[in-house]
């Protein structure tokens, strides 16, 4: 179970913190994503962290948000720095396999809600 | 990067009916393919990965096929729970983009 916090408004410019606690499976062993999906838009995948620590990011937010983990808690984060009216989204946390060929995303977090506007 | 493409954008289509969603890559993925359903104001739910692999619990009315460039996510008999926009994703490598999406629609 993936269960996500933390979202809300913010004005541009600002910084938000969501966190997505796992319950289920081990958050450092495996791989774990961020989409997002924009008001009636459809999806787009925000970033990933493998369990050997590297990280990737979509080009749209590289830069701002820094994705992590916290093995104590079993808990994903992303930090979102210098928000824009366009990272306005329903944010999703996702189980992402636990190898480069099987990070298709099962299951998700029932999302949590991101509005930046002033 | 590469890109993803779907078509068509929306179908509807009476219950019973053969639906057929194409997934397009703008290279080569080979069988890094994954299908998604969302219903609507809920969460995506899993169907199909690796092309052609039925998650846990989706009906066999649901497939896929294809490979390296062109999908194929078909519903063999749509029922009237498979209203939802269906998403195709890229898995092989980073950015995981995923396709913009198909609205199926009951008549």
């Known amino acids: 179970q993936l269960v996500e916090s933390g979202g809300g408004l913010i004005q541009p410019g600002g910084s938000l913190r969501l966190s997505c606690a796992v319950s289920?499976?081990?958050?450092?062993?495996?791989?774990m994503s961020w989409v997002r999906q924009a008001p009636g838009k459809g999806m787009e995948w925000v970033s990933i962290?493998?369990?050997?620590?590297?990280?990737y990011y979509a080009d749209s937010v590289k830069g701002r948000f820094t994705i992590s983990r916290d093995s104590s808690k079993n808990t994903l984060y992303l930090q979102m720095n210098s928000l824009r009216a366009e990272d306005t989204a329903m944010y999703y946390c996702?189980?992402?396999?636990?190898?480069?060929?099987?990070?298709?995303?099962?299951?998700w977090g029932q999302g949590v809600l991101v509005t930046v506007s002033s | 990067d590469i890109q993803m493409t779907q078509s068509p954008s929306s179908v509807s289509a009476s219950v019973g009916d053969r639906v057929t969603i194409t997934c397009r890559a703008s290279?080569?993925?080979?069988?890094?393919l994954a299908w998604y359903q969302q219903k609507p104001g809920k969460v995506p739910k899993l169907l199909i990965y690796?092309?052609?692999t039925l998650q846990s619990g989706v009906p066999s009315r649901f497939s896929g096929s294809g490979s390296e460039t062109d999908f194929t996510l078909t519903i063999s008999s749509l029922q009237p729970e498979d209203v939802a926009t269906y998403y195709c994703?890229?898995?092989?490598?980073?950015?995981?983009?995923f396709g913009p999406g198909t609205t199926v629609d009951v008549k």
């Open positions: 996702a189980r992402a396999g636990d190898n480069v060929w099987d990070s298709w995303l099962d299951p």
């Open positions: 289920g499976f081990t958050v450092s062993s495996t791989y």
């Open positions: 962290t493998y369990s050997g620590g590297a990280t």
């Open positions: 290279q080569g993925i080979s069988h890094y």
């Open positions: 690796s092309i052609s």
């Open positions: 994703q890229k898995y092989d490598i980073v950015p995981y983009s």
